[in-house]
């Protein structure tokens, strides 16, 4: 006796059916899974035999062969208990063959209840793609996987509640789509926050505008850590395709809690002792790393040279490419990772090289072996580096206007932005960071004056070819802050200057 039963699994973000083949046949009791199983996967056999047991239904005494189709990719978690349960069930003739346009997904308890299982999301979106009109899926899930139009997702809550349906005994009512509720865009950290600053600010502006990374560089208490934290406030808010993408990876990384979509961009700030796995992703069942969960946000790195250098360097491809790519014996996985990398740190160990007030302990070798830990093409890849200058007493406590609040700046990013969706409707590019070459070509003209401008600066400054595509694309942003359609002179000039603190602090 044959059914089957659909389903999906998971392989990084990206979703791929799966048959759920039972066979029953009279030879002496057993119970097989096949079909790369993992050991959660076989653990299965347990799970539904007493659920079973529980639910007054009679596990056949009999051969029973299940197999994971198809059987090349490899089946891991405990998503697919329910469909085995229903498999089994239909073999034995209990009950209807599973519509082939119906899917089922869900980890069973011993008692026949169904838990939430990851990568929710992803999965019911492939359905939708493959034709599949209606997915059964946990009831925790049911939000989750209602945010895709065109399939009718039903949450499940014991596995009672899905046999009656099944027989047309009682029937479940489809989960109504879940909008995209953005949440209150007022934050608890707003940028008036900050006393002084004001290049620092600007550079922040700039880099939220045009999506750029940034280095911050400064004594200990001037505000740079103030300062990142405060980026998401100016960021412009999530557009639903963003925030689809990014709601994916917190889906499969187990992350998303009782929201049913990532409505706010990422801010992750890691702690500088994290793993290169933890910022790349990895593991023997691959997940996403730090880089990864930032999508579409930032990735904080504080104190950076205190980050193992083996896990700051694994940042360069992800930072130029968008994406991450995990190779394993048996899998190949491709994150996403589309982010703006923020960095602090200080000028040398003790923090206070330059200051105008405390003095250096430290000496020259040392500062040297600090600076040395922040490789070349790493800093290379840091549009824009800012120096966070020490504030005074009286700047301090001096009565002054107040700052400007995040709400201000935010809009002038969004303009900023408008203007850049706009110019690259039609293409993959999201932004001025991600500018493609001919991109470039056609979009940066330079007036008369700022060629001029550029040409010194690339022979003075001794430029590589990195450094002058960003500083092309800084100068871009500004201008688009400016609404101008062309890059002027102070637009170039203002690029060039957030590009020469590594002449000042490593000398290249």
Known sequence: MYSCCQSYGVLGIEAHQIQVEADISRAMPSFDVVGLPDAAVKEARDRVRSAMANCGLVFPTAKVVLNLAPAALRKTGALYDVPIFLSILSAQKVLPPP????????????????????????????????????????????KEGAVVQGIRVFGVEHISQLLAHLQGEASLHPQPPTPMERKDETYPLDLKDVRGQPVAKRALEVAAAGGHNLLLIGPPGTGKSMLAKRLPTILPPLSFQEAVETTKIYSVAG????QPMVVQRPFRAPHHTVSPAGLSGGGSSPV??????????????????????????????????????????????????????VAAMNPCPCGYLGHPTVECTCQS?????????????????????????????????????????????????????????????????????AMLPQQMREFCPLAPQAQAMMAAAFDRMGLSGRAYDRILKVARTIADLDDSPIIERTHLAEAIQYRTLDRKFWRR
């Open 99 to 142: 519509p082939a346009s119906s899917a089922f997904l869900g980890e069973l308890s011993l008692s026949g209840e169904i838990r939430p299982v990851r990568g929710v999301l992803p999965m019911v979106l492939q359905a939708q793609k493959d034709g599949i009109t209606e997915i059964y899926v946990p009831i925790q899930n049911a």
């Open 255 to 258: 992350l998303l809690g009782q």
């Open 288 to 341: 996403p790393g730090e880089i990864s969960l930032a999508h579409n946000g930032v990735l904080f790195l504080d104190e950076l040279p205190e980050f193992g250098r083996q896990s700051i360097e694994v940042l360069r491809q992800p930072m130029e490419d968008g994406e991450v790519t995990i190779s394993r014996a048996h899998s190949r996985v491709t994150y996403p990772c589309s982010v703006m990398v």
């Open 365 to 433: 070798a040392a500062v040297e072996r600090y600076l040395a830990k922040i490789s070349g093409p790493l800093l290379d890849r840091m549009d824009i580096q800012v120096e966070a200058a020490p504030l005074d007493y009286e700047a301090m406590t001096a009565e002054q206007t107040p700052e400007e609040a995040s709400a201000q700046v935010r809009q002038r990013v969004c303009a900023a932005r408008q203007v850049q969706v706009k110019r690259f409707a039609g293409s993959s590019t999201s932004c001025n960071a």
